[in-house]
């Protein structure tokens, strides 16, 4: 998996100015947390870009860059949780979820419905 990574407010902005082309996911990591670690492996080991493309995927260190993801909360109206998986379409969140809620078929579906849209 390719993920680009996500470690400022001036990126985020980029970032949710992008998701007006395509849509794009960002994946909130707690580097502490062993449920964290759990869904990033079993998202990363399902990822398959050919059937999901145009989601761009990015990833959060969210301990290390804890004001980003503050800032997605405050830009985006979505409360922090960890781990939390977002996708961004038209500068909007349009779907977040967290814990064992991350679902790469979940993801899937809503790339899928967004492409048909």
């Known amino acids: 998996m390719n993920w680009e990574t996500l470690s400022t407010t001036n990126q985020l902005k980029a970032i949710i100015a992008e998701s007006t082309d395509h849509p794009v996911m960002i994946f909130k990591h707690s580097t502490r947390c062993s449920i964290s670690s759990m869904a990033l492996n079993r998202l990363e080991r399902s990822w398959n870009q050919d059937e999901i493309n145009p989601l761009k995927p990015y990833y959060l260190d969210l301990i290390a860059y804890r004001e980003v993801s503050n800032q997605i909360a405050a830009?985006?109206?979505?409360?922090?949780?960890?781990?939390?998986?977002?996708?961004?379409?038209?500068?909007?969140?349009?779907?977040?979820?967290?814990?064992?809620?991350?679902?790469?078929?979940?993801?899937?579906?809503?790339?899928?419905?967004?492409?048909?849209?």
């Open 75 to 117: 830009d985006l109206g979505v409360e922090h949780q960890s781990p939390q998986v977002l996708i961004l379409s038209d500068g909007k969140a349009i779907y977040d979820n967290s814990h064992m809620g991350i679902s790469y078929n979940e993801i899937l579906k809503i790339a899928n419905d967004l492409q048909t849209a």
